[in-house]
């Protein structure tokens, strides 16, 4: 029996600490409400038990969310009148977590990192890429795509590419031996969920439970280690009246924030996440957000902000697509567009700065750190809209990185040694066009 217990309390505006001493019987904590907000280690109390919030949740009932992968801990009876909180600072005592099936080990990715999507599951006119054939400059390889077998089921597949479209795929068994050979050899191989056709709308809770449930049928049968989320059309749009990015209300973006938090703690420290949003769904956020009272058009601008920044602790990187996208204003107040440095310049340092968004500055958009930011290009002129040559992505990240080479942008942000690196779409594309991207972007990243 736990006679000594103690848990953090999330509040408004205060953070409270309850104890209960050895000998007398556990306080119950203030009673769960449906309106609350609670966060991770928030306790609520319901029908003689306290209960302990793995992440943030709201109006999820805990006598009925608490099991193995769900958002409330059972942390047992508790009895007696609640004791008064009193201010106190945040318990160092780690949450439970669910026991992963499958653990992922720990494991540094290089200082600047290059990273590729891999066309698996489809044909495209680029050609087959067999994994064990993908070279070893890539650091990280994402596999396109998972997609859902209904946009809101949250049932996630993901297969190879059928013979027929791919004559030289390989077997599922050496698939396999492919990726656990890449992993022994310290990179990373990831599902990469949702694409141009794979719409993702966590609708319910239910579709939440039963996309962590698929994703890590995945993770597990292949052994990858984690997920990239490239949710792309309308798999993420705010309700009307969602206008705070820090406290989200809208169930699609609710339950992805859960079920993601969700994997992290059952693969642990290991767990290796990384998102690949299109401007649209960050930048644009600057100006507008979703459909609110700052004048946004549309419910999906600036929709990647809420899950960027609730899961900010647990991303490895974000990558945005600085392609197949439309003006955009940078932090100078100019429209900024695709087609050389300045682009990735200014999208990347919105990100390297942070920035209040829909121009409320109550709802400043934090900084991230330096080594969870990448940008996107494409590998060559057929992988997408947006390419440029390899000397204007490397002025970018001289930029970025050593203030030089900036052009008419000069970064807020001022310099980040730190900066992670370059992904692309894709590893397929860059093989066709003789290893363009690899072969400049390698070298240059190793020696920056």
């Not at 992922?104 to 680029?126: Q, V």
């Not at 999906?300 to 490895?316: E, F, K, M, N, Q």
Request: contains cysteine; negative net charge; aromatic residues 10%.
């Amino acid at each position: 029996m736990i006679l000594a217990v103690a848990a953090v309390l999330a509040a408004a505006s205060s953070t409270v600490l309850v104890t209960a001493t050895a000998g007398a019987a556990v306080a119950c904590a203030p009673a769960w409400a449906a309106t609350s907000v609670y966060v991770k280690d928030s306790v609520a109390s319901q029908g003689g038990t306290n209960y302990t919030a793995k992440w943030w949740t709201q109006g999820e009932d805990p006598s009925s969310h608490s099991a193995q992968w769900d958002v409330w801990v059972n942390s047992g009876a508790c009895g007696g009148t609640t004791p008064s909180p009193s201010p106190s600072s945040p318990s160092t005592s780690p949450s439970p977590t669910p026991t992963p099936t499958t653990p992922i080990p720990a494991g540094d990715l290089p200082r600047r990192a290059l990273i590729g999507y891999l066309h698996t599951s489809f044909a495209n006119g680029s050609g087959y890429v067999r994994m064990a054939d993908v070279p070893a400059d890539w650091d990280i390889v994402n596999l396109s795509f998972g997609e859902p077998t209904t946009a809101t089921s949250g049932d996630i597949r993901f297969t190879l590419c059928p013979v027929a479209e791919c004559p030289n795929v390989e077997t599922e068994a050496a698939f396999i031996a492919a990726i656990k050979a890449k992993r022994q050899a310290g990179k990373k191989v990831l599902l990469s969920i949702g694409g141009a056709n794979g719409q993702v709308q966590l609708t319910t809770t239910t579709a939440r439970d039963t996309f962590v449930r698929s994703v890590s049928a995945i993770i597990d049968r292949f052994g990858l280690d984690g997920v990239d989320i490239d949710f792309e059309g309308h798999s993420l749009s705010l309700n009307t009246g969602d206008t705070d990015f820090r406290n989200p209300t809208t169930p699609v973006i609710v339950n992805l924030i859960s079920a993601i938090k969700t994997l992290k703690a059952r693969y642990g420290a290991g767990f290796v996440l990384t998102m690949a949003p299109e401007t649209f769904f960050v930048q644009l956020g600057y100006q507008f957000y979703g459909s609110g009272p700052w004048g946004g058009q549309d419910p999906r601008a600036g929709s990647y902000l809420p899950v960027i920044h609730a899961l900010r602790d647990d991303i490895t990187v974000l990558h945005v697509q600085d392609y197949n996208s439309g003006p955009i204003m940078g932090l100078d107040g100019q429209y900024h567009s695709m087609g050389g440095a300045d682009f990735h310049i200014a999208m990347t340092d919105m990100l390297l700065a942070g920035f209040p968004v829909a121009g409320n500055t109550a709802h400043v958009f934090p900084a991230l750190r330096e080594n969870q930011i990448a940008f996107g290009a494409p590998s060559s002129v057929s992988a997408g809209n947006g390419y440029v040559a390899p000397a204007e992505v490397q002025k970018a990240v001289s930029c970025l990185v050593k203030g030089v080479s900036c052009g008419s942008y000069t970064p807020r942000s001022g310099l980040n040694p730190d900066f992670r690196g370059l992904m692309t779409w894709s590893i397929n594309w860059d093989r066709f066009y003789s290893w363009e991207f690899k072969n400049s972007h390698r070298p240059f990243l190793n020696g920056i």
